[in-house]
């Protein structure tokens, strides 16, 4: 029978890390408020300016934009990984870093040269333990609330080396958000925007002209493309920077719940070891002063 003061020391201790974890899972919450009304206000822009993109790469127009081209070339890619800095998250980062390791695979069989960028320490850390690899490029700066200046930057960044033919593919590895009780892991082809994924198949079918363009552009196709189609490739690169924080919060605070609930059994299996073990030792103690007083009768 253990020791029921060395019960109680264990008992007091889960209670405090029961306290933290719950802590921590109140947090995630309010945390995931935040992210979901931000990721919230940004879907309906998003998605009306990717099908916007993908209805103009259908169309038959005589201007075309270098993002929209579909190259030929295949010299160099670059897979960009978002991960969280903490743990604590459950399976979160180690589900998007076992997705993005068949596309890893693919782009370097299919491209000469393929850069890894990851935003975020646990990727960082998977990538060297398990496939012992450091990143090409790597950001910290970006938690549960990402901002767009901060990705806007990445974003350019990533324009002028595609436009530059410095890079002729980006794909993104990050957790897709699809409702409060599902997010999935998912790699997207970001470019070129021609592979551009997001956009609804019966909207597709119907931006399938009969004959040219269905849009008429005032002033002119040029001076509009080259403000959409930019600026489209940098809102999808930020909705996927919002979605990562959305659902980071959702699987800490999943795994914050069951940190508590767990703690709230092994508790009550704590207190009834610990009253066992107190009551053994009381009826030891009662029948060693019974032994004592018959010895004492008897002689």
């Not at 029961?18 to 998605?47: G, N, P, V």
């Not at 005032?218 to 189609?229: F, G, K, Y």
């Amino acid at each position: 029978m253990a020791n029921p003061r060395t019960l109680d020391k264990r008992r007091k201790s889960v209670r405090n890390i029961k306290k933290i974890t719950r802590t921590m899972e109140l947090i995630a919450t309010a945390r995931f408020k935040q992210a979901m009304d931000r990721a919230s206000a940004a879907t309906a822009f998003t998605q009306r300016i990717t099908q916007l993109v993908k209805d103009l790469t259908a169309a038959e127009l005589e201007f075309q934009h270098p993002l929209l081209e579909k190259r030929e070339s295949k010299k160099k890619a670059v897979l960009l990984v978002l991960t969280s800095n903490r743990g604590l998250c459950g399976g979160y980062n180690g589900n998007i870093c076992r997705a993005s390791f068949p596309r890893l695979k693919e782009l370097r069989e299919e491209y000469g040269e393929v850069e890894l960028w990851i935003s975020g320490k646990k990727g960082i850390s998977i990538f060297r333990i398990q496939k012992k690899m450091t990143p090409d490029k790597s950001f910290f700066n970006f938690e549960d609330k990402p901002r767009y200046e901060e990705v806007e930057a990445i974003a350019v960044d990533l324009l002028d080396a595609f436009q530059a033919h410095e890079i002729d593919r980006l794909d993104v590895a990050y957790m897709k958000f699809v409702s409060t009780s599902r997010q999935e892991p998912s790699v997207e082809t970001l470019l070129p925007l021609s592979g551009l994924e997001g956009a609804s198949e019966s909207s597709a079918a119907e931006a399938k002209p009969a004959a040219g363009s269905m849009y008429e552009f005032i002033p002119s196709a040029e001076s509009i493309l080259e403000e959409v189609v930019p600026t489209s490739f940098k809102v999808k690169l930020f909705k996927c920077f919002l979605d990562a924080a959305v659902c980071e919060q959702i699987a800490r605070r999943v795994a914050m719940k069951a940190a508590t609930e767990n703690a709230n059994d092994l508790i009550k299996f704590l207190s009834r070891e610990y009253n066992r073990a107190r009551q053994s030792r009381i009826t030891n103690e009662i029948m060693e002063i019974i032994g004592g007083v018959e010895a004492l009768a008897s002689s």
